[in-house]
């Protein structure tokens, strides 16, 4: 079946630190891969999607690489700030599909 | 423009009592989604709606929960009775399905307390 994992958090790197958020999925066909961000008493939000291997998505200083054949999904950013801290979501939706499948979430805390 | 929109925003009632979520989903999308999330079991798909019908509702937890969705611009979340277990942040949900791999708009949240 199709799933996403996603390193366990907290992550918690200081300000200006680069980071590496990683993901990882299993799905059967050519899934589209997303990052949600979840910001304190908030619903999920887009932060960045790909639709076919090898695609980067990319918002805010954000980036991701569509790669299949790692299957990953790894989120970077080159110098995280404070206002970046939240929880991360890894997602796959699979061609077709209407269903998202979520990963556990990665809590994202940056020390000033 | 309006995004999803989810009332009440918090909710406290007692074990046994009725409680009705709403959920609003952006004009013209045809697909809408009801998740709960907790702690302990992260963000769990309850049911899903194409089109105002129901698709899946393998992720309703019980047959105290019910979804319905009348019509294209609203649906209800229903739990009767309720217990203290249901307490969770209860999300709506929505997108625009072509053919896959669409993006999910989601609301708020409805912060559930059940003494």
């Known amino acids: 079946g199709n799933s996403v994992t996603q390193m366990e958090g907290p992550v918690t790197p200081s300000e200006e630190a680069f980071l590496t958020i990683n993901c990882t999925y299993t799905a059967t066909g050519y899934p589209s891969l997303f990052w949600y961000v979840q910001y304190p008493g908030e619903g999920l939000q887009l932060l960045l999607k790909a639709t076919k291997a090898d695609d980067k998505g990319s918002n805010k200083g954000f980036e991701a690489t569509y790669r299949k054949e790692t299957t990953s999904f790894h989120l970077e950013k080159g110098s995280v700030q404070v206002s970046d801290s939240a929880v991360y979501f890894c997602a796959l939706t699979n061609t077709g599909g209407f269903k998202t499948i979520f990963g556990a979430g990665t809590r994202l805390f940056v020390k000033a | 423009d309006a995004g999803v929109i989810q009332s009440p925003r918090h909710e406290v009632t007692e074990m046994g009592q009725e409680v009705t979520l709403r959920c609003k989903p952006i004009?013209?999308?045809?697909?809408l989604f009801w998740y709960r999330q907790t702690m302990m079991r992260g963000l769990e798909l309850l049911i899903y709606f194409n089109n105002n019908v129901p698709i899946d509702d393998s992720g309703m937890p019980e047959d105290r929960f019910s979804a319905k969705m009348p019509n294209a611009s609203f649906s209800t979340l229903k739990i009767q009775p309720s217990e203290p277990r249901d307490s969770a942040v209860y999300f709506c949900?929505?997108?625009?399905?072509?053919?896959?791999?669409?993006?999910?708009?989601f609301g708020p949240g409805t912060r559930l307390l059940v003494l």
């Open positions: 004009s013209g999308h045809n697909s």
């Open positions: 949900a929505s997108s625009l399905w072509t053919s896959g791999g669409e993006t999910q708009y």
